[in-house]
């Protein structure tokens, strides 16, 4: 990777430094704030690197979740993925060493970023996408650490109180991945599905019929039933290649 392409990576990931520190922080701050320490908020942006995954993680590690279920969450949380590679396998063939890191990196914003990017034919494009993709890691990272630590020094003078609420900003970010998704496709009916099955999850919490720990299996089940009944299985592949169209436009 030489100093030109660094550069160029620099530009383009720029909006992403600023979105990704904002949201990084909240995450640090969740995890300590859940009792663990401040380093695993870098490991798990290091390792993981789902994002909204890890905000679901931090969630069900607090309320005591089985194996099973945390496999099953994070598998649906991510399956947009196996698009996304789909979508990339022109772009990431040949890239030798690259490779692997590529396919790891494969974010929402780093694919909305390479799907689009036209590189001309004397740029090494496996250096250039490699450094889209690491930097935006790195901002996650930085993100997610800097959270973990404030929160740890505003504890250790006892001011982590003022920071109570913080956990808002994981039901905060998927509202407005929501919205983004009703303006992109036009469609209410799963966003409304969604907000309905998970009132009945609830209900039937509240009523003794499961624990808390698999609300959020029970709801995620009975959503993608409800739109199975009313759209069929093709719902699911149509309504993903259309949300990467708008990204790509």
Known sequence: ????????????????????????IPFGLMIVQAGYPWWMSLLMSLTMYTGSGQYFAVG??????????????????GIRHVFYGLSLIGKYKNMGIYKSYLVFAITDETFALVSGLE???????????????ILDQLYWVLGSVIGAVAFSVLEKYNLAQYL????????ALFVVLTI???????????????????????????????????????????????????????????????KNEGENK
């Open 119 to 133: 590189l001309p034919d004397n740029v090494n494009k496996g250096a250039m996408y490699f450094a889209i993709s």
């Open 60 to 77: 069900l590690l607090a309320s005591g979740a089985g194996l099973s279920v945390m496999i099953v969450v994070q598998l649906l949380i």
């Open 1 to 24: 990777m030489n100093a030109y392409i660094f550069r160029q990576a620099l530009k383009i990931t720029a909006p992403i430094f600023f979105g990704y520190i904002a949201i990084g």
């Open 164 to 171: 109570n609420g913080v956990d808002f900003a994981l039901t």
């Open 180 to 242: 983004e998704q009703i303006k992109q496709n036009h469609d209410f009916v799963p966003a409304v599905i969604g907000i309905l099955t998970t009132a009945v999850t609830v209900v039937l919490y509240k009523t003794g019929v499961f624990a808390a720990s698999n609300i959020i299996w029970v709801a995620i089940c009975f959503g993608m039933g409800v739109m199975l009944l009313l759209r069929g299985p093709a719902f699911f592949k149509n309504y993903r290649i259309n």
